[in-house]
């Protein structure tokens, strides 16, 4: 299984709900990431696990809370989010260590916050 | 800090025509440059990265350390290259890496 899967493909949210993305893989990697990704613009960074534990937190609010509960999985939880954080949600993963291993990546989340 | 710059945004050519995507880069060490495509409704992946020195769906890169880039070329561009590609960058050994901001290309039949 060569593949990261994303649930769900869409969510919609209001601004006082708490929601969670799931990512899962099963390529045997223990670097996991998420990213965010906005119209037209590159992804951006978010939060990097390895080994399961938090190695890099890009100064994201703390409304975006990661977990990484096995080497498998990766959540993310939403919690009273505004409008300006709908965006496309990409999860990743890759070997730990140098960075020329490559990161595979999930299909998204569109997730749009009304 | 490390940064990835891509000057164009759209770059259209015809089809059998040469292809370059430019990109250039700012780090202060040695960084690691790759190349993501993202075609239309399918999700981003490595196309290819500059330590392997392959080439991939006839695509190659070289990185030139004294003009800091790692520009994207193919002698003959195909309809089905029309995507959006992204440079990245990755240093220190991090798994950090940064992307440029993508440059989409086109391929006119």
């Known amino acids: 299984d060569t593949e990261v899967t994303q649930t769900p493909k869409h969510l919609v949210m209001g601004m006082t709900n708490k929601k969670s993305l799931k990512c899962e893989q099963h390529?045997?990697?223990?670097?996991m990431y998420w990213y965010k990704q906005k119209a037209k613009k590159p992804p951006e960074l978010m939060f990097v696990?390895?080994?399961?534990?938090?190695?890099i937190n890009e100064s994201v609010p703390s409304r975006f809370s990661p977990e990484c509960p096995n080497s498998s999985l990766l959540n993310l939880h939403l919690h009273a989010l505004q409008p300006e954080d709908s965006a496309l949600y990409l999860c990743?993963?890759?070997?730990?260590?140098?960075?020329?291993?490559?990161?595979?990546f999930g299909p998204g989340t569109r997730l749009t916050v009304t | 800090a490390q940064r990835v710059t891509q000057p164009e945004k759209l770059l259209s050519v015809f089809k059998g025509a040469p292809v370059e995507l430019k990109c250039n880069y700012s780090?202060?060490?040695?960084?690691?440059l790759f190349w993501y495509v993202q075609y239309s409704r399918q999700r981003l992946q490595l196309l290819l990265r500059?330590?392997s020195r392959e080439s991939i769906k006839g695509f190659t890169a070289d990185l030139n350390k004294g003009e800091t880039s790692f520009h994207l070329k193919k002698p003959f561009a195909q309809e089905e290259d029309s995507a959006m590609y992204y440079c990245?960058?990755?240093?220190?050994?991090?798994?950090?890496?940064?992307f440029g901001t993508g440059t989409k290309l086109q391929v006119i039949p």
């Open positions: 990743a993963s890759s070997q730990p260590g140098q960075g020329t291993y490559e990161q595979y």
């Open positions: 390529m045997g990697h223990r670097a």
């Open positions: 696990y390895s080994y399961e534990k938090l190695s």
């Open positions: 780090y202060s060490g040695s960084p690691e």
């Open positions: 500059h330590i």
């Open positions: 990245a960058l990755s240093a220190g050994g991090y798994q950090k890496v940064t």
